[in-house]
């Protein structure tokens, strides 16, 4: 049972636009920044937002993130097939003392 | 480039003990914390805990406290977790991660390629 609530799966065509929603609380989201994390099928995570909203170098800006009270979500815009994978959010939690993930979301491109 | 090697895989029996080792490259390595994740086969990423590399000082997710023991040794500049009394359940690939030190993690933002651990009699 993740502490942050994803949709179990996102899809689109080839060129449209996806949102993908992380909500928590208070001692996670509403407090703490949030990260977005891409698992390509087979291969470990990757870092695409970091604070909310920044996105490290090499990180397209067709990925963009955002933050409001206590949810964030990601967006991914031009969709391709190679965004097929599994997204993570993931933020401190002040009252587990832990880093948390939420339950994750497949981005499927039709 | 950055970069996280990690030991291969490991098949173990339940009530045994496994550890894991983590190589840092190409930065300064007391610069970072090393976090652990884990994910089972077909779930999602699990946070284990970190340790410190500056000073050994370890933070472990409550569900693991007294059955993981994470360390560093810097004349190697290399992490490891160990996790004992396995079971079948602890069958998960194993990741390292850098994490930035601060009190409140705020990000994740260098991963190793993974650990496969599987538990079985």
């Known amino acids: 049972q993740s502490v942050l609530t994803q949709p179990p799966s996102v899809s689109a065509a080839p060129g449209q636009k996806v949102t993908i929603s992380c909500s928590g609380s208070s001692s996670n989201i509403g407090n703490n920044y949030v990260s977005w994390y891409q698992q390509l099928p087979g291969t470990a995570p990757k870092l695409l937002i970091f604070d909310n909203y920044k996105r490290p170098s090499g990180i397209p800006d067709r990925f963009s993130g955002s933050k409001s009270g206590t949810s964030a979500t990601l967006g991914i815009t031009g969709l391709q097939t190679g965004d097929e994978a599994d997204y993570y959010c993931?933020?401190?939690?002040?009252?587990?003392?832990?880093?948390?993930f939420g339950s994750g979301t497949k981005v499927i491109v039709l | 480039q950055f970069h996280l090697v990690q030991s291969g895989a490991e098949v173990k029996k339940p009530g045994a003990s496994v550890k894991v080792s983590c190589k840092p490259s190409g930065y300064t390595f007391s610069s970072y914390d090393i976090g652990w994740v884990r994910q089972a086969p077909g779930q999602g990423l699990e946070w284990m805990g970190r340790?410190?590399?500056?000073?050994?000082?370890?933070n472990y997710a409550q569900k693991f406290q007294g059955r993981v023991t994470m360390t560093t040794d810097t004349s190697t500049t290399t992490a490891f977790m160990e996790l004992r009394s396995l079971r079948s359940d602890d069958t998960a690939v194993y990741y390292c991660?850098?994490?930035?030190?601060?009190?409140?993690?705020?990000?994740?933002?260098?991963w190793g390629q993974g650990t496969l651990v599987t538990v079985s009699s």
């Open positions: 340790v410190s590399t500056y000073n050994g000082n370890t």
């Open positions: 991660a850098r994490v930035d030190p601060s009190p409140t993690v705020t990000t994740v933002d260098l």
């Open positions: 993931g933020t401190w939690d002040s009252s587990l003392s832990a880093y948390v």
